[in-house]
């Protein structure tokens, strides 16, 4: 996919720029860390519980095939299907045959499968909250940046309404 022209324009970076990112980068290791712990504490690798919660939020049905799993987890066919394999293997998910198309087979969680992603999702729903006012001012300041006004006016009103 070819990128626009407006991203390899030559711009001027300013020091709120590389700030603005590096918090941004330090809440998303932040929260990836806290979710890898969470996923060890029930037992499973970030790619299962990856991959619990791409087939339960999979858009309006709660069951994909191998494939839009492997799309959703951004990994390849073959590897998605030994991931299946695996959590099948502790019964958090079943396969079963499209009742509209008897040659594709559907991924969906169990019971179990559900109750435990759903413990896993509450905790990292809390956990979202709380970091969503640190977020909410990133994001400002983002937008105030890309907005007129230029950087050093954005920062003074994410500084503003931190207080």
Not at 41 to 67: K, M, S, Y
Not at 93 to 116: H, I, K, N, P, S
């Amino acid at each position: 996919m070819k990128r626009p022209d407006r991203y390899h324009r030559p711009r001027r970076l300013s020091n709120i720029d590389y700030e603005v990112l590096a918090r941004f980068r330090y809440l998303l290791r932040h929260f990836a860390s806290f979710s890898e712990a969470a996923a060890r504490e029930v037992a499973l690798t970030t790619q299962q519980h990856q991959a619990l919660l791409a087939i339960r939020g999979f858009p309006g049905r709660g069951r994909v095939t191998i494939g839009e799993l492997a799309e959703q987890l951004n990994a390849r066919h073959h590897s998605t299907v030994g991931l299946i394999d695996r959590l099948a293997a502790k019964s958090l998910v079943r396969r079963r045959r499209d009742v509209a198309d008897r040659r594709r087979v559907l991924v969906e969680l169990t019971a179990e499968g559900g109750r435990l992603l759903g413990r896993l999702t509450l905790s990292h729903r809390d956990e979202l909250r709380r970091l969503a006012p640190l977020l909410r001012r990133l994001l400002a300041q983002v937008v105030g940046v890309l907005s007129a006004g230029g950087p050093r006016r954005a920062a003074a009103r994410v500084r503003r309404s931190a207080h």
